[in-house]
């Protein structure tokens, strides 16, 4: 069944994300054109007809029908990408003052890369504003990256992962998160990466195979066989489903979770993995009630949802807003943006190598569920997150030496530039062409592959 407010939020989060990132990167072209004197014939705000709008100088600033993404039009911007007519008059364009092919090749350049370079400085301010006016923080927080419990028989387990193992490094990565952690799982399916971790005081060097299925969409950690421990303190219980074994073993709402069969879980995912794990088996409950801890009880969970569940509602981990000064607010977000920059990197990296299927690449309908989901949670840090994540893409993808892109475009007036001479007109255009060609194939695959994935995870 299809749930309409939902996909109605996911619509608009992503016309809005869509559209806030490309306008931003048209308007670093637009403001580097205007200071090296190019005409700025159109700056607008979306495509299609012309809504309404205003004319200023040279420039029409118009909102248009279509309100995804927008552009701006130079003055002989089509002839550098020989997108007119065969035997337009570059001579003839080039006399003109305005025009682009009038500027020297270095300006033309700059005003290429500052469009995926005002992407970098949306994700960076992005950022800074997170961090310096909201920076959620859950109220007891786990410094380390500290596994609370490892799945019997999964592949964290043959690697020989323990509950209570601080992971100090990870593949590539030194001192990571856990979001960083989950990143480098699914970059490695199927792949071994080695791990490094401090047990008891010791230093261990393993070496865990990532399972194939890192490749999905919901691919997490217990997948891997991992339940990361993300908060201290034992479980609340927020509310018991009447008839369920919860109730029926004497649970109540305000309860708190101090240890399941004697290990002592935090989250209440863990619990889930580890009454999967058990397949429906008994377990001891020992439950805190009013700061009293009373006798272990016993409960038999039951299969629903395509688990096995107790039949309460855990309290949501409760978050404190902890603002941090400017400085380190500007540190946090340039580690912030440093890491998402090379991760995509390295993700286009692993492409070119084959480490990473192309399968696992999100399209419009993959970043649109994205935009939807993040817009209906309460936090804060997955708006400010994805959004400052979809720009950096941006402006990094841009940035590759495909025709069509600005990196195409920097790289053709680079080669011009060793030369000393333009490229041919002839030789340009059947650049463009086949670049076109390559780019709308290649979106077609990956909105195919949006819808393919879409399918599959709802399928009954």
């Not at 705000?45 to 600033?61: A, H, I, Q």
């Not at 019997?152 to 979001?179: C, I, N, R, Y």
């Not at 999967?276 to 009373?294: D, E, F, H």
């Not at 007036?413 to 000393?420: A, D, G």
Request: charged share 20%; proline share 6%.
């Amino acid at each position: 069944m299809i749930d309409f407010h939902h996909l109605f939020v996911t619509i608009v989060a992503f016309i809005v994300l869509i559209g806030v990132m490309v306008v931003v990167h048209e308007f670093g072209h637009f403001v580097v054109a205007k200071l090296c004197g190019v005409r700025v014939e159109a700056f607008s705000f979306g495509f299609g007809p012309r809504l309404f709008g205003y004319k200023y100088g040279d420039t029409d600033y118009k909102v248009c029908l279509l309100p995804l993404g927008g552009f701006v039009k130079m003055t002989g911007e089509a002839a550098e990408q020989n997108l007119e007519a065969p035997g337009a008059d570059s001579v003839e364009l080039a006399d003109d003052p305005g025009n682009l092919l009038a500027h020297p090749r270095w300006q033309r350049m700059l005003i290429g890369v500052a469009g995926p370079f005002a992407n970098f400085v949306l994700a960076f301010v992005l950022m800074v504003f997170y961090f310096h006016f909201i920076n959620e923080v859950p109220s007891v927080e786990v410094k380390t990256t500290t596994v609370e419990w490892v799945v019997p028989g999964s592949a964290a387990a043959q690697a020989g992962l323990e509950a209570g193992d601080v992971v100090l490094h990870f593949d590539t990565a030194d001192k990571p998160d856990w979001e960083m952690v989950l990143e480098r799982l699914e970059l490695n399916a199927n792949q071994a990466v080695p791990v490094i971790v401090e047990r008891g005081g010791e230093t261990l060097s393993l070496t865990l195979r990532v399972p194939a299925e890192a490749k999905s969409d919901d691919f997490y950690f217990s997948d891997a066989g991992i339940l990361p421990e993300f908060v201290s303190g034992p479980i609340d219980v927020h509310e018991v489903v009447p008839g369920t074994p919860a109730e029926q073993a004497g649970i109540r709402a305000g309860d708190a979770i101090q240890s399941v069969d004697g290990h002592a879980f935090h989250f209440v995912g863990t619990f889930q993995a580890y009454m999967k794990a058990g397949q429906g088996k008994p377990i001891s409950v020992v439950l805190l009630r009013n700061g009293v801890t009373l006798p272990p009880v016993a409960a038999t969970p039951a299969k629903a949802d395509g688990g096995w569940r107790l039949g309460f509602v855990a309290a949501a981990i409760p978050l404190r807003y902890e603002p941090l000064p400017l400085n380190k607010a500007v540190a946090k977000s340039t580690a912030f943006c440093s890491d998402r920059s090379f991760l995509i990197v390295d993700v286009l990296g692993r492409l070119f190598t084959r480490k990473v299927s192309v399968n696992q690449l999100q399209g419009p309908v993959g970043i649109a569920r994205m935009a939807g989901d993040a817009a209906e949670t309460k936090d804060w840090v997955s708006k400010f997150g994805l959004a400052a994540a979809i720009s950096l893409n941006l402006g990094i993808i841009n940035l590759l030496p495909f025709p069509i892109l600005d990196g195409g475009m920097i790289f053709i007036l680079l080669i011009e530039s060793v030369r000393r001479r333009d490229i041919s007109i002839e030789v340009k255009e059947r650049i463009y062409q086949a670049a076109f060609v390559v780019i709308v194939a290649f979106f077609a695959f990956v909105i195919f592959n949006d819808v393919s994935k879409m399918f599959t995870h709802f399928k009954p």
